[in-house]
């Protein structure tokens, strides 16, 4: 059974940094493309960050520069590192982890249950 937990959400004023951070098992991790996606109220939900087996990240637009992705295959853990939050970061971020064999589709693999980063002005 596919299970990814995501930890680390909280409140947080603007300019400030956040990490979270997703734990997975049930999936032989090396094999998963994982990403992080948000949904603000009101909003569909996006992609912030993926990551391939072999490290190779996109960011969306809005992200660049500040958010930065990363993994630890060790660990079967991936991490988001949030710098200089916005107002606008504000929503429930998600852990997804497809299979590289299909990895264009974020709804054919699995997702967290979501952690909730508010930031203030």
């Known amino acids: 059974q596919v299970q990814l937990v995501e930890s680390g959400g909280g409140l947080v004023q603007a300019g400030g940094s956040l990490r979270v951070s997703c734990a997975a098992s049930g999936i032989i991790f090396s094999f998963h493309v994982m990403g992080w996606y948000r949904q603000a109220p009101g909003k569909e939900r996006e992609m912030v960050a993926r990551?391939?087996?072999?490290?190779?990240?996109i960011y969306a637009d809005s992200v660049k520069g500040r958010f930065t992705i990363s993994r630890d295959n060790g660990k079967s853990t991936i991490y988001l590192q949030m710098n200089d939050l916005k107002p606008d970061d504000t929503a429930v971020y998600y852990c997804?982890?497809?299979?590289?064999?299909?990895?264009?589709?974020?709804?054919?693999?699995?997702w967290g249950q979501g952690t909730q980063v508010t930031v203030s002005t």
């Open positions: 990551i391939t087996p072999g490290a190779s990240t």
């Open positions: 997804n982890a497809v299979h590289m064999k299909n990895p264009h589709d974020p709804n054919l693999g699995s």
